[in-house]
């Protein structure tokens, strides 16, 4: 049976790992546009994916958690049901946003 090791606050390397996807997130900010994203809004499935693969990187880091195998070794791995539910979150924010007229 796998167990879970309790995520702790003191985690520095993964709050860096998470800046630095953010940093990276940043310098890709030309493909996240208020086009793509009210697009989104008005329910088109292809911005919608693309604001998911956007976020793909960050949802990944968010989701990784730390888990320890039969013989006591920790690991790290994405936890599919838990990037799911990070998605479902997002993606039922989308229609909820209310951008500035352009």
Not at 22 to 44: H, Q, S
Not at 77 to 90: G, V
């Amino acid at each position: 049976m796998l167990r879970l090791a309790p995520f702790t606050t003191g985690d520095k390397k993964r709050l860096q790992q998470s800046a630095s996807i953010m940093k990276g997130m940043a310098m890709k900010e030309n493909d996240l546009t208020y086009e793509l994203i009210c697009a989104a809004v008005n329910g088109e499935k292809t911005a919608l994916e693309e604001i998911l693969r956007f976020y793909d990187d960050y949802i990944n880091a968010l989701a990784t958690v730390k888990g320890e195998d039969a013989q006591g070794k920790t690991y790290r791995y994405i936890d599919e049901d838990l990037k799911s539910r990070i998605q479902l979150k997002l993606i039922k924010a989308i229609p909820k946003w209310r951008g500035t007229e352009k």
